[in-house]
């Protein structure tokens, strides 16, 4: 945990769960981001840590990803006062709760159903602390993700828009959706904020944004030019969080959720179908491994 200024904590989590960032003055108390619905005691016990008795007024998710909202259900029935912003892309999906367009079924992840209270526009502001906390829209990982910045302060709650080396899976690419430009025209949004320090949705914080961004542009133009190997990356990226989840499967169990996961098949008829499903996904396992990510033994995968 963090306290970068007065008011302002930092949660940084491991990587099945994003991070969380408390705002608080003597009215308020507001959880941008909430983790992984496994981590959710976790989640409760460090920010009521924080809170010292003080009631949460406010949950804002950056996007609807099941590692940035899996903590709000279990929140909402501890906090039964709180508000729950979102931004608006999927609102209307919470409200039926469809786990198919929230992408929690395509993932293979799961997230409990929450309740909103209202939507994040892009330009809307929060005001803690009598520090303004502004939204912008930044599309290309999630085409309905926001980052929002604090105005006096120059601090940045950048999700998974940018972080210290790179930035999430461009989710919308697996589906065939042109966002690779989406993303940069976000990394473009963040270069023009000029942020002082970043709290990103994964690892620490960091202060070195230029590097930060010049890194990201970097992975963008390799992307945009070998998609294939953003492929490679986003199921990787599945597997490897799937196993922060499990941390020890059976190999025909994972390869049993793995033949289940949409994304996955999607991945696999685009960029490499002329090797069977069951081969590449054990032919990522074993890169994985390689990689020092997960271990292979005696019939079962382990995280590493």
């Known amino acids: 945990m963090y306290d970068l200024s007065l008011g302002v904590s930092f949660f940084e989590r491991g990587w099945?769960?994003?991070?969380?960032?408390?705002?608080?003055?003597?009215?308020?108390?507001?959880?941008?981001?909430?983790?992984?619905?496994?981590?959710?005691?976790?989640?409760?016990?460090?920010?009521?840590?924080?809170?010292?008795?003080?009631?949460?007024?406010?949950?804002?998710?950056?996007?609807?990803?099941s590692d940035h909202c899996g903590g709000n259900a279990a929140l909402q029935a501890i906090f039964t006062d709180a508000s729950t912003l979102i931004p608006p892309g999927h609102a209307e999906y919470v409200d039926?709760?469809?786990?198919?367009?929230?992408?929690?079924k395509p993932t293979g992840q799961h997230c409990p159903p929450f309740k909103k209270t209202g939507i994040l526009l892009d330009g809307d502001a929060v005001v803690v602390g009598k520090k303004t906390w502004r939204v912008h829209a930044a599309p290309g990982h999630d085409p309905h993700s926001i980052?929002?910045?604090?105005?006096?302060?120059?601090?940045?709650?950048?999700?998974?828009?940018?972080?210290?080396?790179?930035?999430?899976?461009?989710?919308p690419e697996i589906e065939g959706i042109a966002?690779?430009?989406?993303?940069?025209?976000?990394?473009?949004?963040?270069?023009?904020?000029?942020?002082?320090l970043v709290l990103p949705g994964h690892g620490a914080p960091f202060t070195d944004v230029n590097e930060?961004?010049?890194?990201?542009?970097?992975?963008?133009?390799?992307?945009?030019?070998y998609p294939e190997k953003h492929a490679s990356y986003?199921?990787?990226?599945?597997?490897?969080?799937?196993?922060?989840?499990?941390?020890?499967?059976?190999?025909?169990?994972?390869?049993s959720w793995a033949r289940a996961t949409q994304y996955l098949h999607i991945l696999?008829?685009?960029?490499?179908?002329?090797?069977?499903?069951?081969?590449?996904?054990?032919?990522?396992?074993?890169?994985l491994e390689k990689s020092g990510a997960c271990m292979i033994k005696d019939k079962f995968i382990m995280n590493a």
């Not at 120059?154 to 930035?167: E, H």
């Not at 986003?234 to 994972?254: D, G, I, N, T």
Request: aromatic share 10%; net charge negative; no cysteine.
């Open 16 to 65: 099945l769960s994003s991070n969380n960032v408390l705002i608080q003055d003597a009215e308020q108390a507001v959880l941008v981001d909430t983790g992984y619905w496994t981590h959710s005691d976790q989640t409760i016990s460090l920010v009521k840590s924080k809170l010292q008795g003080q009631p949460l007024t406010t949950l804002i998710n950056t996007h609807l990803h």
């Open 96 to 104: 039926s709760w469809d786990a198919e367009v929230l992408s929690y």
């Open 147 to 171: 980052i929002i910045l604090n105005e006096e302060d120059g601090v940045l709650i950048s999700a998974d828009a940018l972080w210290q080396n790179g930035f999430g899976v461009v989710f």
């Open 179 to 196: 966002a690779f430009e989406e993303v940069a025209a976000t990394l473009n949004i963040i270069e023009r904020l000029k942020p002082k």
């Open 212 to 225: 930060a961004l010049s890194r990201a542009k970097s992975r963008l133009t390799q992307f945009k030019s």
């Open 234 to 255: 986003a199921a990787k990226v599945l597997l490897k969080f799937k196993l922060l989840e499990l941390q020890k499967s059976p190999l025909s169990e994972y390869h």
């Open 268 to 287: 696999h008829s685009t960029y490499v179908s002329a090797l069977s499903f069951d081969a590449w996904i054990y032919e990522l396992a074993l890169s």
